[in-house]
């Protein structure tokens, strides 16, 4: 039986996810490594056969494909631990938009060398995060502003990489300024303020190169969360190259913290979240949040 089963995602990328199949074939069977190969057919689908792996005795369950693809194996493998079906480690080939979650465990972004990785068999374990009746995910949610630019960035099919999210974050500047009073609880303690976006992350790097936490570790136990305050549209603009440089902390609109358990309550109105990019509400109001200490292996 094949060790690793490799879950394609045929549109992550804009499509390259299809065309590189057979390059990526090629590559794994040089490297020798025994897999078996399936494609996704629908949303929820990578979760539903990497669950479906763990039970069948696959030791690695590779996400070809980009952030969306990798959180939806990463929910199938923690769905089978929690359920006492078994375990199987977390593989990523990435060929997404931004590979933002691959970046923080340190998986290659390279093709060639990801696949060396598989090889090579060196995992590490990372802590993964709970939306409670939502989802897992492994790098990070935004909530607000972020969450916007991630709607805004599916619209724009002809670009790829950092410039659709670069793209994104222009476009919701022009429109975007909301900052709903909101009451942030972290662990024993909590703060109340106009909040223009929450991010609770994982790892250190949302957008394909905006360092929301460049100080996160995956395996610290701990989430990393950066808190925007209201600011008006020239503020929010002056911030970007902050983000892009990760020198954003100790701004006076920026709040930095860090917690175990997070509860967001917007009391007005509602809020865009996503998890891993991809998004999971369009009319929040009431979230809870959970790290879960090192409950995946990731092969880096």
């Not at 094949?2 to 992550?12: D, F, G, Y």
Request: glycine share 12%.
């Amino acid at each position: 039986m094949a060790t690793h089963l490799v879950i394609v995602n045929p549109t992550a990328g804009r499509g390259a996810a299809r065309e590189i199949v057979p390059r990526v074939d090629r590559l794994l069977k040089e490297h020798g490594i025994s897999f078996d190969r399936v494609f996704t057919e629908r949303p929820w689908h990578a979760a539903e056969m990497a669950r479906q792996a763990v039970r069948n005795g696959y030791k690695v369950v590779v996400a070809l494909g980009g952030d969306g693809t990798s959180n939806e194996v990463l929910n199938g493998l923690m769905e089978a631990r929690e359920a006492g079906e078994g375990e199987a480690a977390l593989g990523i080939l990435c060929v997404g938009t931004g590979n933002d979650f691959a970046y923080g465990v340190g998986v290659p972004l390279d093709l060639e060398e990801g696949c060396a990785a598989l090889a090579r068999g060196r995992t590490r374990p990372i802590d993964v995060g709970h939306a409670k009746g939502l989802r897992y995910f492994g790098n990070g949610i935004g909530i607000g502003f972020d969450a916007v630019v991630n709607v805004q960035a599916a619209r724009y099919k002809r670009l790829r990489g950092f410039a659709v999210y670069f793209v994104a974050v222009m476009r919701t500047l022009l429109f975007y300024y909301r900052a709903p009073l909101t009451r942030i609880e972290l662990d024993d303690r909590e703060m109340e303020l106009p909040a223009l976006m929450v991010s609770i992350m994982n790892g250190r790097r949302m957008g394909g190169g905006f360092l929301m936490t460049p100080h996160a570790a995956p395996d610290d136990g701990l989430f990393d969360l950066c808190i925007g305050a209201r600011m008006n549209q020239l503020q929010m603009l002056a911030l970007v190259p902050r983000f892009m440089q990760g020198t954003q902390i100790g701004h006076s609109r920026i709040h930095m913290d860090r917690a175990r358990r997070v509860r967001v309550v917007v009391k007005e109105g509602t809020q865009v979240v996503h998890a891993d990019g991809e998004t999971i509400a369009l009319d929040a109001t009431d979230l809870e949040f959970e790290i879960i200490p090192r409950a995946l292996r990731v092969v880096c």
